[in-house]
């Protein structure tokens, strides 16, 4: 018999949880986001918000600012995102010089800035003037000697210390996410996964200060990738302003993935190879609307970047240059070959770092980060300041590797013996012999890429922030233009020999040498994290010129080929996999030949599957599952002797709801019955009132057959994202396959340790 009376009096009681409950929908820290369900969610809000439009003239009005609330937060991210990228520019200028000298007249003036001002500086010795004293003038009024140089290089390793001890003790006290390059833990995050505190405002604070830091203290690494990280950080801010993102995580990484391209579109000058990196390298789902999204964010972070100049050129840019000689067909050689060398460095460096990334994991090194930041600053500092190349800062090296040698250049690398009848324009000057300064300059550069490649390999990874693209396109610098001045002086030798003969006469400016570097710094780029398309756009944005694409492109692809011989993974993917997030990689292939109901659980010989079913257990029963198993949710079924398969409850959702049905119902006690029907069940007249939870019910979850190939299910779980697969067999459930078993599967299958991927 149904209490039929007591039941109607109490309708709202049951039905109470048909209204929205706090925090449900909502995800726990790492934990993966259900898309099917956050877009299903947005889908419905949409729909409701379209109904009510047609209400009045508010709701119209409401309808139409929450059309537009997507572009008003890409506008914040751009304006936030390109100021606080024009404040560090400004900032690591200035404390980089800072390392060996100070403006006296204006002592937050860096030195170029300082000799600018002087009325005093001749453009032969620009970075020559009375007001930009080095310590040693300052201190002991010597400019020269041993005592001076002594006490400069004393100096310059003290503030290289100091920048690197105060970096790494404001990100272990204040922000421990705000270390590393930040790109392989955003992946992750775009592609679903929950981890609180990595995009938070504490985070954005702590990297921004100590990004300038770590840049200004000489260590072999650079701000690209953290930039990604900041700009992420500033579109999770804004995202927490609008509930139509803050409540929704699958929207949230919209956003978040159109801020990545505006990372990259602040770091290198490039808004579109910004948008291309974040479709192709970064982003797990990216609409059409998010591509642009992503391009108006990224222009409006690069015209902020350009109105605060903070290079003083008018550029984005410190080294951004332009070519006046075209490139020869013969030319592809030395550029493939240069794609060959970026792929073997590629591979080297991935190899190495992981390894020993992995021994300070495993090994008691980890326990000791700030003595390794300092250990690791002092070898770079007391290596780096005898070598000029290695002791100005990356970016500076960067762009004097890329330059051309005009009549107007003081470098060494410039220093070629003039004919003294050359009436020639400018920018045309003809291949000359090689001068002492420029054989200087080519031991001193042999040098400082030995040590770039050894030092970088320790280097990222630190508990420091630190980025890998500028190290990385310094590597292929520095070997380019070795390789390029080889060329341009064997064309000049040899100009009779067939290679040369039909492209390079005597007195033509045939080799730029500075092309070969911009060719090595993107095979060498590419070989690390295996871009292509968008390395390509971001290579030629910075040179503004559209004629060298191919010779990028040559080398790019090639670079690639040979270090995917070695290796699929690129440097992101193999933190990815070291660090055991749950990232199933779109690149990677699954060809092998198993069937859902191998990877499915319960196997044989374990407990039966933990399931709910559908009218007949009390809040105690359901309590009692949950408090006993970890699982993030159970499937509900019809009874335990059909197992046909009703929906799937979250275990969260579960339990705010009871915790909320506790709280404000008085008739919800221990033995309750809970029911997921439409009808109550037919209850005794004496017992409690029962509690209705069909609404936090998926009556819709993803399900899969037992002799469903592994290949198709690894497809589903990547395409659509999901959290976890249902195996039923007519019906019948048989099983569950989570996230975690299709990565620890695939892991088996590639001969790896399936227990290190790391969930909770």
């Known amino acids: 018999m149904v209490n039929t009376g007591e039941i109607n009096g109490s309708s709202n009681l049951m039905d109470f949880l048909d209204e929205p409950i706090p925090d449900v929908g909502t995800y726990e820290d790492f934990h993966t986001i259900d898309w099917l369900r956050e877009k299903s969610r947005d889908t419905d809000r949409h729909r409701k918000i379209t109904n009510k439009s047609k209400e009045s003239v508010w709701e119209f009005i409401k309808g139409l600012l929450d059309a537009w609330s997507g572009w008003v937060v890409m506008l914040k991210i751009g304006l936030l995102a390109g100021t606080l990228a024009g404040v560090i520019d400004l900032a690591v200028d200035w404390m980089t010089d800072l390392k060996e000298g100070i403006c006296l007249n204006d002592f937050w003036y860096s030195h170029e800035q300082c000799c600018w001002a002087s009325n005093e500086a001749t453009f032969e010795d620009r970075d020559k003037c009375p007001q930009w004293q080095t310590w040693s003038e300052l201190l002991i009024t010597k400019a020269e000697g041993a005592s001076a140089y002594i006490l400069n ?11 690197a001890f105060l970096a790494v003790a404001l990100v272990r006290v204040f922000a421990p996410y705000a270390c590393g390059s930040g790109i392989p833990e955003i992946k992750t995050i775009l592609s679903g996964f929950i981890i609180r505190g990595y995009l938070g405002k504490w985070t954005l604070l702590i990297k921004t200060v100590t990004l300038v830091l770590v840049v200004s203290s000489g260590l072999s690494l650079g701000k690209e990738g953290p930039s990604v990280h900041v700009a992420c950080c500033c579109g999770n801010f804004f995202c927490s302003l609008f509930s139509k993102y803050s409540k929704n995580e699958g ?30 390298e970064v982003s797990y789902y990216f609409p059409l609307k998010t591509l642009w999204r992503s391009f108006f964010a990224a222009l409006v972070a690069a015209f902020t970047l350009r109105s605060i100049n903070p ?34 460095w590629g591979t080297l460096f991935i190899r190495c770092n992981i390894a020993w990334c992995r021994r300070r994991k495993t090994t008691s090194l980890g326990k000791y980060p700030v003595l390794e930041v300092i250990v690791v600053t002092a070898i770079t500092a007391i290596i780096a300041y005898p070598n000029p190349y290695t002791r100005r800062s990356t970016s500076e090296l960067i762009s004097e590797l890329f330059n051309d040698c005009g009549a107007l250049e003081s470098s060494q690398l410039c220093d070629y013996i003039n004919d003294i009848n050359m009436t020639r324009p400018v920018d045309d000057i003809p291949d000359r ?56 002086q064997l064309a000049y030798h040899h100009h009779d020999w067939i290679i040369f003969r ?15 570097a911009m060719v090595g710094a993107a095979a060498c780029l590419g070989g690390v994290t295996r871009m292509t398309v968008s390395l390509v756009v971001i290579m030629f944005e910075l040179t503004g010129g559209l ?31 070291l660090n055991g997030y749950p990232f199933l990689d779109v690149k990677d292939e699954f060809t092998h030949r198993t069937l859902a109901t191998d990877v499915m659980r319960p196997r044989r010989g374990e407990p039966p599957l933990s399931v709910l079913t559908q009218d007949n257990l009390t809040v105690e029963d359901v309590e009692t599952l949950i408090k006993d198993t970890d699982y993030n949710g159970f499937p509900v079924v019809v009874s335990r002797d059909s197992e046909r398969l009703i929906g799937f409850a979250q275990r969260r959702e579960l339990i705010i709801a009871i915790k909320n049905a506790r709280q404000r119902q008085d008739g919800v006690v221990s033995n309750s019955i809970i029911y997921f029907t439409e009808d109550p069940p037919e209850l005794p007249a004496n017992s409690p009132h029962p509690l209705k939870l069909r609404r936090i019910l998926n009556l819709s979850p993803f399900t899969v057959t037992d002799h469903t190939p592994m290949e198709t299910v690894v497809d589903i779980f990547r395409k659509l994202g999901l959290r976890q697969c249902l195996v039923t067999r007519s019906g019948r459930l048989l099983g569950i396959i989570t996230k975690k078993d299709v990565l620890r599967h695939m892991a088996q299958m590639a001969n790896q340790d399936p227990e290190s991927i790391m969930f909770n």
């Open 502 to 516: 039909n492209w390079c006469r005597p007195g033509a400016d045939c080799v730029t040498p500075g092309l070969y």
């Open 153 to 163: 290089y004393f100096l310059y390793i003290l503030w290289a210390l100091l920048f």
């Open 547 to 577: 004629e060298y694409i191919v010779p990028l492109m040559a080398a790019a692809v090639t670079s690639k080929w040979v270090a995917d011989a070695f290796g699929k993974e690129g440097i992101y993917e193999a933190h990815i996999h």
């Open 433 to 488: 012999p090689a001068g002492p300064g420029v054989y200087t300059a080519m031991w001193q550069l042999a040098l400082a890429l030995v040590f770039k490649i050894i030092i970088t390999i320790f280097t990222f990874g630190m508990k420091i922030p630190s980025g890998l693209f500028i190290p990385s396109i310094a590597v292929g610098a520095i070997a380019g233009r070795i390789v390029g001045v080889g060329v341009e």
């Open 251 to 280: 929207k949230r990484r919209e956003v978040l993935s159109a801020a990545a391209a505006v990372g990259v579109s602040v770091a290198f000058g490039a808004p579109i190879g910004g948008v291309l990196f974040s479709l192709e």
């Open 311 to 344: 290079f003083g050129n008018s550029r984005l840019v410190l080294f951004y240059v332009e070519y006046h000689t075209p490139w020869y067909m013969m030319e592809l050689i030395p550029f493939i070959l240069l794609g060959v060398f970026g792929g073997l």
